[in-house]
């Protein structure tokens, strides 16, 4: 059985998982609008891990003998400027998700739900790829600067991404 503590925490985080996938589903939906389909499929893709984290968390409370308590998803912004503004805003999204995952595995240990500590452990792993691959885009957006030929480039290689096994 779920600790209460660890039952509302990760009900929590259904919300944030979710509202993550709205994010970057609103951010496909503006790059698809401002002709970079690459980029606007790489995002279609992350709004879709996102909802399988989400499901992860749905399933460990039932599987524990929870509840799941879904709650109401903030509008995401609609608005960007530019593919540097997008992968940055979803740079500092992730760290915002990774100190929420590592509260969220501060709780299990406080709680000593061994169980929940390993399931955490996924998600404290994919948090490492969520940032790295974010900082990494980031870093290779403000390589090409103003360089149009090499924009698109890029923009072919962000449609190339296939979806995750998990
Ligand atoms: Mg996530």
């Known amino acids: 059985m779920l600790a209460k503590s660890v039952q509302d925490k990760m009900n929590d985080q259904i919300k944030h998982e979710l509202y993550s996938a709205y994010f970057y589903l609103s951010m496909a939906a503006y790059l698809e609008s401002n002709s970079l389909p690459g980029a606007a499929h790489w995002m279609r893709l ?5 909802l399988g984290h989400a499901m992860k968390f749905f399933d460990h409370i039932h599987d524990r003998g929870g509840k799941v308590t879904l709650q109401a998803i903030d509008q995401p912004p ?5 593919l540097l503004d997008v992968f940055e805003k979803t740079l500092a999204h992730e760290k915002k998700v990774t100190s929420l995952i590592n ?10 739900d061994y169980a929940s500590q390993i399931f955490l452990q996924w998600f404290v792993d994919e948090q490492v790829e969520e940032e790295k691959n974010a900082e ?3 870093q290779q957006i403000k390589m090409i600067g103003d360089h149009r030929a090499s924009l698109f480039m890029l923009d072919r290689h962000l449609g190339e991404r296939e979806a995750a096994e998990e």
């Not at 992350?46 to 996102?50: D, L, P, R, T, V």
């Not at 509260?103 to 000593?112: P, R, T, W």
Request: without cysteine; glycine residues 4%.
């Open 136 to 138: 990494l885009i980031v």
């Open 103 to 112: 509260d969220l595995y501060a709780l299990a240990v406080q709680e000593k």
């Open 78 to 82: 609609t608005e960007f400027n530019g």
């Open 46 to 50: 992350q709004a879709q891990e996102e």
